[in-house]
């Protein structure tokens, strides 16, 4: 047996989700960490908050992904917990794109180890807008990817009055926006993110697990839990030209999260020097 396998070969892993995400976290880390992985049973993670609004989150991302691990143990018993936890809006960088922000926790509660990543895509279709007008809603849906990803539709942006989710065939769309455009005068269309009616986001949750599989790999060279990686980076990298610091990379410090030990790989790009072109003094 490797050192991985002794962590978390054999074990069961419960997948915190009422949406689906099992379908695709699960073949990743079973496939990697050889973990047999079972969805969680009577969780209701729409406590912890809802897309649509009626039910607001209260803790970040990370804290409510934690909550959802605890959550799980708590019924379940369960010792190998993993979660996740979306944030759509725009991209906290870039802007004006909108960004699919994932969180995924592994919690170990027998062995107190918690191995957390994020993922952070352009690639989703968040997006809302008013359909007063069936044509437009039409437009919209197809924009989206509609009927593959599902919509809601609810009388009013931001509006509890009226909300009808889940919607994946024509007919019920065209039933439902006239059905609140009757009773309103007014339909707002916006896309479900909900994992299991949107395509795309699995898509980004699955990459999500490939990077915590792979991190679950890492093990501290010291005391061999699972989990090492880059905890901070260093800038600095010279330029090529004058020799001064740039923004470029020049060291990423490695952490272990239970005995605190560090490292300092320098150069992790492979790069001893920083192309001019990135450097202030010499292209200012």
């Given at each position: ?8 070969e ?10 689906g ?26 406590v912890?908050g ?29 010792m ?9 809006g725009?991209?906290p960088?870039i802007g ?9 926790v ?17 690639e989703?279709n968040?997006a ?7 044509r ?11 009927p593959?990803?599902?919509?809601i539709?609810?009388d009013?942006k ?11 065939n ?12 009757t009773?309103?005068g007014s ?10 009616h ?26 061999t ?8 980076v260093i ?9 001064l ?5 020049l060291?990423?410090i ?9 490292e300092e ?7 001893q ?5 990135f450097?202030?003094?010499?292209n200012p």
């Amino acid at each position: 047996m490797n050192a991985v396998a002794k962590y978390f070969e054999g074990r069961k892993l419960v997948v915190a989700t009422m949406h689906g995400k099992e379908k695709v976290i699960g073949p990743v880390l079973e496939q990697q960490l050889g973990v047999i992985v079972v969805p969680a049973e009577e969780l209701n993670t729409d406590v912890f908050g809802t897309f649509s609004g009626e039910i607001e989150r209260k803790d970040d991302p990370l804290a409510t992904a934690r909550l959802k691990c605890r959550k799980v143990h708590e019924l379940s018993g369960g010792m190998l917990v993993v979660a996740s936890e979306g944030s759509f809006g725009p991209h906290p960088v870039i802007g004006f794109i909108p960004a699919d922000d994932e969180i995924l926790v592994l919690t170990d509660f027998e062995r107190n180890i918690e191995i957390k990543v994020r993922e952070l895509s352009t690639e989703t279709n968040f997006a809302g807008r008013r359909c007063d007008d069936y044509r437009a809603l039409s437009a919209f849906a197809k924009e989206v990817g509609f009927p593959q990803h599902a919509i809601i539709l609810r009388d009013a942006k931001d509006s509890h009055q009226h909300i009808v989710k889940g919607i994946s065939n024509y007919a019920d769309l065209e039933k439902a926006h006239q059905e609140i455009y009757t009773k309103y005068g007014s339909v707002f269309a916006e896309t479900d993110m909900r994992a299991m009616h949107n395509p795309m986001r699995m898509q980004v949750i699955e990459k999500a697990a490939h990077k915590l599989a792979q991190k679950a790999m890492q093990l501290c060279p010291v005391c061999t839990t699972p989990g090492y990686d880059v905890y901070d980076v260093i800038s600095g990298l010279p330029c090529d030209w004058c020799g001064l610091p740039t923004n470029g990379t020049l060291a990423h410090i490695y952490k272990c999260e239970s005995c605190n030990h560090t490292e300092e790989k320098k150069h992790p790009n492979g790069r001893q020097k920083e192309d001019p072109m990135f450097c202030n003094n010499c292209n200012p």
